[in-house]
């Protein structure tokens, strides 16, 4: 058991968010949903679960909380990045009556994680990936759901709707929950530190992560979020955010102008490095216009590896661009 427990946010609806304590406090989290009861006994499943080395807090947060793992019914991985899903085989063996619920695409990586593993392990080295990682545990494919676009899951009462959600991943689902009129988005909806919150609101960054960046495919998923006319996002990085139509329109914004960064630097000598300035400049200048309450310094380091990130998936971008305009 951590030596403190996970921050961790109640909102209303039976909805909490935890911090799945990944790099620093308020980068990444997971979140536990109550169910509809209508069993009368309650059931909990979990939104994204963080790493393996998030597991041991999130399940101290639900022994502190007088949860037990026989009531975890679904694990519902937003997509198999391993930053949402790298945890969920260890957290599925735990919580032994949990169903895992994913993505068609994404099913056979954590029902086989062969691949994740050898990818991550080929970017980071096997020392950094386990200490980022930790063990990544299969799961039985006979504990599988997986929600194809529109799946309705019942979940004791309370339903929760699936839908497709590329753009940032081609893995990737969001779930409709109308009790609390919001969408569990993973990274569909950008990220969103709390630390740069001020006196004019959130700030929200698009995630173009490398390999799957698919900008007019985004475009169409946040036009589905929007229509059903949402009070609430929850975002894996990182919280709950309202002012839902305006944020929409600041992501439709963020993703025409990374575009437009990455095509005027396309022919760049350095365009990688090029690319990740011209992405900090843009994010600087959006946080001063909100008035974040950080320093530039403070916000480089924040965004530096999101940034970073950003720039290798608009580079794939380019490159799959020039191809496409080569045939």
Not at 279 to 307: C, I, K, N, Q, Y
Request: aromatic residues 8%; contains cysteine.
């Amino acid at each position: 058991m951590p030596a403190a427990l996970p921050a961790t946010v109640d909102y209303a609806h039976g909805i909490t968010c935890i911090d799945t304590e990944q790099v620093r406090p308020g980068q990444a989290c997971c979140y536990l949903i109550g169910s509809g009861q209508r069993s009368g006994t309650a059931q909990y499943a979990f939104v994204d679960c963080g790493t393996s080395l998030s597991v041991p807090g999130i399940k101290a947060v639900l022994a502190a909380r007088g949860i037990g793992l026989d009531q975890i019914a679904y694990v519902m991985p937003t997509h198999v990045h391993l930053d949402h899903a790298g945890g969920a085989g260890l957290l599925m063996r735990e919580c032994g009556h949990a169903k895992l619920v994913v993505h068609p695409r994404g099913a056979k990586h954590l029902i086989d994680p062969a691949a994740l593993i050898a990818g991550a392990t080929a970017v980071y080295g096997p020392k950094q990936m386990a200490a980022m990682y930790g063990e990544i545990v299969p799961i039985d494919a006979s504990r599988v759901i997986v929600a194809d676009d529109g799946y309705r899951l019942d979940f004791d009462g309370r339903e929760l709707l699936f839908i497709d959600a590329p753009g940032h991943a081609r893995h990737h689902y969001a779930i409709w929950d109308e009790q609390s009129r919001g969408w569990f988005a993973g990274d569909t909806f950008g990220l969103s530190y709390r630390v740069f919150d001020g006196p004019n609101g959130a700030t929200l960054l698009p995630t173009t992560t490398p390999v799957q960046f698919e900008p007019d495919a985004w475009l169409q998923t946040i036009d589905r979020f929007m229509a059903a006319d949402p009070d609430w996002m929850y975002l894996t990085h990182y919280g709950r955010v309202g002012n839902v139509q305006q944020l929409a329109a600041d992501l439709r914004g963020d993703l025409a102008m990374y575009q437009s960064i990455a095509l005027h630097l396309a022919d760049a000598p350095d365009r990688h490095a090029r690319i990740v300035e011209a992405l900090t400049l843009h994010a600087l200048e959006e946080l001063a216009a909100m008035a974040a309450p950080v320093s530039d310094d403070t916000a480089r380091d924040w965004l530096a590896f999101d940034l970073e990130l950003n720039a290798q998936g608009l580079g794939v971008w380019l490159d799959r661009q020039k191809l496409k305009a080569a045939a």
